[in-house]
């Protein structure tokens, strides 16, 4: 059972963003709140993650409320899309990376060089892009911020050297560099979160932690794989060989709702994503994710998204074929 992968496949990703930053000290740059940048990087994506790989050196990653001191190996992940700061030193002015993110995009400038003649720092930088329901899925309940080092880990240590061969390919030109850029995006994210699981301690809540405890893990992954099921809370519970009041129990302390809450608006992500990406009748989409009524779906399905699915649809399809979305 792997309720991680079926959220995963459940909100689709979208390709990465990369830039290369080398900096020698002194020097310093500063991210905005993504949803200021977000028409730029991904039009048409409705949540963006921005992340940084530090591949060599060190440096300072600052919030208002805290900082972080970052090592060659670090990778660090913003789910919210703060806005923040990275140095090293004691720079005079920060560079603000937003007002050069159209360089990048157009690729005009491959690689960012700043800072004065003092140690070196090297980072990989970009951003995940998702569907908004990853907010009530693996990004529900994290912190501000993440850090994980992929030094030590086998997988990590192969995902730094792929994703460093991709980014110093001379000039870029290769076929097929970005398709692979974006999918070691992916790979280095999925990872990232799965070393972050592992380290919880075991009063965390949140998705997460939700995922991991073999109980609530257990029903996530049961409704996920037949969500159309007619489940209840009896059922869940024998199929996972505990009580109905401890399923309760833990579904409220983890998640701070009850297993069917859930289990419905599972149903209704899976029938937006059906809505995008398939040509299927509604009615059909309302049976395939567990409705025996369309209207009773339509109702449901407005609740959730503040429109009915056919406006949905059309929204979702003007979006994707807007110039410039990014894949």
């Known amino acids: 059972m792997d309720a991680l992968s079926d959220a995963l496949n459940a909100v689709r990703m979208t390709g990465a963003i990369f830039y290369h930053a080398e900096c020698t000290a002194p020097w310093g740059f500063s991210v905005p709140a993504l949803r200021r940048v977000a028409h730029l990087l991904a039009p048409g994506t409705e949540r963006l993650v921005p992340y940084h790989l530090v591949t060599e050196g060190e440096a300072l990653l600052r919030f208002p409320e805290q900082s972080l001191r970052l090592e060659a190996g670090d990778v660090v992940i913003i789910p919210h899309g703060d806005a923040h700061t990275v140095s090293h030193g004691s720079p005079t002015s920060l560079v603000d990376s937003a007002a050069s993110l159209g360089k990048y995009l157009a690729g005009d400038v491959r690689t960012m060089r700043l800072g004065g003649q003092g140690a070196r720092t090297r980072f990989v930088c970009g951003y995940f892009g998702c569907e908004r329901h990853a907010e009530r899925l693996f990004l529900a309940g994290l912190p501000q911020v993440i850090r994980i080092n992929v030094r030590g880990d086998a997988t990590g240590e192969w995902l730094e050297r792929c994703i460093l061969y991709l980014v110093d390919e001379a000039d870029g030109v290769r076929p097929g560099r970005n398709v692979l850029l974006s999918k070691m995006a992916e790979a280095l994210f999925v990872q990232t979160l799965r070393r972050y699981m592992d380290s919880l301690p075991p009063e965390q809540s949140g998705w997460l932690a939700a995922a991991r405890d073999p109980i609530v893990g257990g029903a996530l992954s049961l409704v996920h794989r037949d969500p159309a099921h007619a489940w209840n809370v009896a059922e869940l519970a024998t199929r996972l060989g505990t009580s109905r009041t401890v399923l309760t129990e833990r579904f409220d302390r983890f998640l701070g709702e009850p297993a069917l809450t859930y289990l419905a608006r599972w149903r209704l992500q899976l029938a937006a994503r059906q809505l995008q990406t398939s040509g299927k009748r509604i009615g059909q989409i309302a049976g395939d994710v567990g409705y025996?009524?369309?209207?009773?779906?339509?109702?449901?399905?407005?609740?959730?998204?503040?429109?009915?699915?056919?406006?949905?649809r059309r929204q979702a399809r003007s979006a994707e074929q807007a110039p410039g979305r990014s894949r």
Do not use: K
């Not at 339509?298 to 949905?312: D, G, V």
């Open 292 to 312: 025996t009524s369309q209207a009773a779906f339509t109702r449901a399905f407005r609740r959730e998204f503040a429109l009915p699915p056919a406006q949905y």
